[in-house]
């Protein structure tokens, strides 16, 4: 117990900056006491405030006080290290030190500890040691801590170098007490803590938002799972059904091929047995034919005429057979065999495709994202999620149109560009295509000046036209959609049909596109956003925005916006 007396006695003669015993202690008109050195280094620090504070109270004192050596406290301190307490009154083995992404203790000299709390009135971070007084001294026991911070300067005001503690509504940043009263007169201001409990009931329901999205999609990924798997319950079934349906319809023609082969075969043997029984009797017809030559030969060789007269009788031939005339391959009709198989072919493939092609036809097209997908946007902050950057292809610009401000600009000349020949350039309207492609959700706006129209449109619409025809211009064709922004009013084109828009017409106008779900808007932008016209169809290939401008005598830019 004595031991553990000396250890506590010998820990109040360490220096609250270095955390060693004390050298040369000193002690500042607080009454705090410090290393020599340890509180000069520290005031050094403070030079340019032209004011000292005691790194324990922060109380300040000028001018900057004079140390002279405490020569009591100093022999306390050598009576501990003969003692051998000097390593029981040293800092804990245990403590951290502060590594890279660690906040230091800023009061730590030599190797600093890792700070257990910063402090948002004092602007600096503590460790468990130097962050004492805040516990035992009553000023500093209002002082707000909170978890180590290494963006404590970030709640500095920059000009007036004071501590951000209020909120500015109009601008929407933190200030300072002098900016509320200078550069931020007269804005709605209000405490940050005030605007922090506004803040943190808007996060909450946020996070309320956010959590039941969360358990919705998570319904919807186990409702998915569950279609996914009767879907391929219902598939096995059907494969095997299907398989088991084709067996038999194999087993049905092979059963007809045999049946086929078998009566050709019949057929066959029938008739080449009838063949042979005409080919015997053929064969007996000409042994007798051949005997009956053979008498003649030796009757008509006789010398004796006598004998010649006696010997002849008049010929008479057996009866001849009549026999068909066969044409077997005629006969058989193989030729009629193969006619009908083909069109029995023929009749079951015609069957099975339209069967297929019916089918097919009422399997739907699913668009498993289509329930999840999020709303049309609103407001105008909504829509520039979707932004995307256009810029114009040279290629594709009438030579009277010049392109500026990066590609993102087009200025109708009254003189000729010298443009280089292009296929894919336009020849007679004033025209001009992008060279980005618009697919999926996607936003542009575009800064006019005099009139001109906003369209999109197909690739392949035609640039130059025929030898006897002219290309037709936006608008007037199935493949581009086209908004007319005249002075008074709003044309809307397209496949030569066109819808007039009364109302008051907006110097910059909004472009929404969804692709894949076929929505093509228009929109007038100012403070807020109004629709000017609303498509719905079948986009069949990506798109491209194009400007048209029109032969006036007043000039006419048009131009895409960053954001």
Known sequence: MAQQGAQLDGAKFCCSICLDLLKDPVTIPCGHSYCMSCIQNFWDGEDEKKMYSCPQCREAFTPRPVLMKNTMLADLVEDLKKTGLQAAAAAPADLCYAGPEDVACDFCTGRKLKASKSCLNCLASYCENHLQPHHEVAPLKKHQLVEPSKKLQENICSRHDEVMKMFCRTDQKCICYLCSVDEHKGHETVSAAAERTERQRELEESQKKIQQRIQDREKDVKL??????????????TVKNSEKIFTELIH?????????????????ETIASRVEEHQEKLQ???????????????LSKTENHTQFLQDYRPLSLPLRL??????????????????ALSEAKSTLLDILNKTWSKWSLTIPEVDVLASSQEAEPKTRAEFLQYSQQITLDPNTALTHLLLSEGNRKATKMKTEKSYPYHADRFAYYWQVLSKESLTGRCYFEVERRGRCAVAVTYKDIDFRGTTTTIQSPFGNNDKSWALDCCQIMHLFRHSDNLTVIPGPVSSRVGVYLDHKAGILSFYSVSETMTLLHRVQTTFTQPLYAGLRFYDSPFESTAEFCKD
């Open 224 to 237: 998915r799972q569950q279609e996914v798997k009767a879907l391929s319950r219902y598939a096995d079934k």
């Open 322 to 339: 009549r026999m068909p005339n066969l044409n077997l391959c005629s006969k058989v009709n193989f030729v009629d065999v193969e006619e």
């Open 252 to 268: 049905l023609l092979q059963k007809i091929s045999s049946d086929v082969k078998q009566q050709i075969r019949s057929q066959q």
């Open 284 to 298: 007996q017809e000409i042994t007798e034919l051949k005997k009956k030559d053979a008498e003649l030969e030796q």
